[in-house]
């Protein structure tokens, strides 16, 4: 019987697990990819991140998870009126299938067992513990005291459990050879109307130019991508020899008030899986806090399970707050985004 089973090895899980580990409780996390896995992200780490890793995982993220050009110095923003907005502060550029591994590594080497390859399908609740049906090369059950979903939004797991449908929003985004005139170093965000329903992006990785748009509907993708590409060449002279390579992923939709699901008794979500998420999807900072909230509130009141959600809910309240502000600064540069407010 484990105290603690956490379901995804993202940043969210990964500092849930280590931190309730080291606490000296019995944990499993699961991950339905294979590790080292691939994630589709930006890959940009802003200065909030960088403290957090620090904090929980105790040094700096290591060089090898980095990519070219290493510093990034901060977003430029463009709002749905063309107007340009710098926002400067140290971050890092790094690959995400690097990060999200060196991260299980350190939650490991602290004594959580790790299973990839592994699936959560279903739970049955019982008095003082959870039965957690997992599917790898079979389909088995494990006991635990308390679960942590950490899966993210294309999760099956909270889908199954609580019958949602969540509302996604689809990213598409391309890897290219080629030439622009924009400074590398900085992560720029496109907030017309006429370039994305969402928003549209672009940064550089290891000398690859990354082009990206965002759609409510995702049969939206091609017409949008290639309206990004036309403004791009026109604006910053965007040249691309060759495409390298192509994603898709998805994104929660977030709504006024920024809506919170910490769940209920003996299972808690995090990051993604519970709501949280920053602009622009920046959601490793986000990710990261609330999971290590959440492992705090189970360490503190591990034999009170009434009592966890309204201590996970009060320790992530300053990460909702800034949440809200984030989402409130977009909203001032973008209708798009107008409802935020």
Known sequence: MYDIIIIGAGPTGCTAAKKLSESGY????VEKFKLPRYKSCSGVLIKKTMDLVSLYFGEAVPSFTMCTPTENKGMVFTSDTGKEYKF???????????????????????????RDCTTAI????????????????????????????????????KRTLLNQHPTYITTFQTFNQGHIDLDPHYFYAYLQPELSEYDAWFNVKDEQLV????????????YYYEQFLSFMSK??????????????????RIYPGCPIDYGTGRILFAGEAAGFLNPMGEGISAGMESGYCAACAITEHFDSSDQICTDYKKRT??????????????ADLSDTFREMK
């Open 88 to 114: 400067q502060q140290p971050g890092l550029n790094i690959w995400r299938s690097s990060f999200d591994n060196w991260l299980a590594d350190k939650a490991m080497k602290q004594g959580v067992e790790i």
């Open 317 to 330: 309240q300053s990460l909702k707050t800034y949440m809200e502000r984030q989402w409130n600064l977009v």
């Open 211 to 222: 082009l990206g748009v965002s759609v409510k509907n995702m049969h939206k993708i091609d």
């Open 235 to 252: 604006q910053h002279h965007l040249q691309i020899d060759k495409e390298l390579r192509s994603e898709k992923w998805l994104m929660p």
């Open 26 to 29: 019995k944990v499993l996390l």
């Open 122 to 157: 279903s739970c049955e609740a019982k008095e003082d513990s959870v039965i957690l049906t997992l599917n790898g090369t079979k389909r088995y059950t494990e006991t635990t005291r308390y679960i942590i979903d950490c899966e993210g939004v294309v999760g099956a797991f």
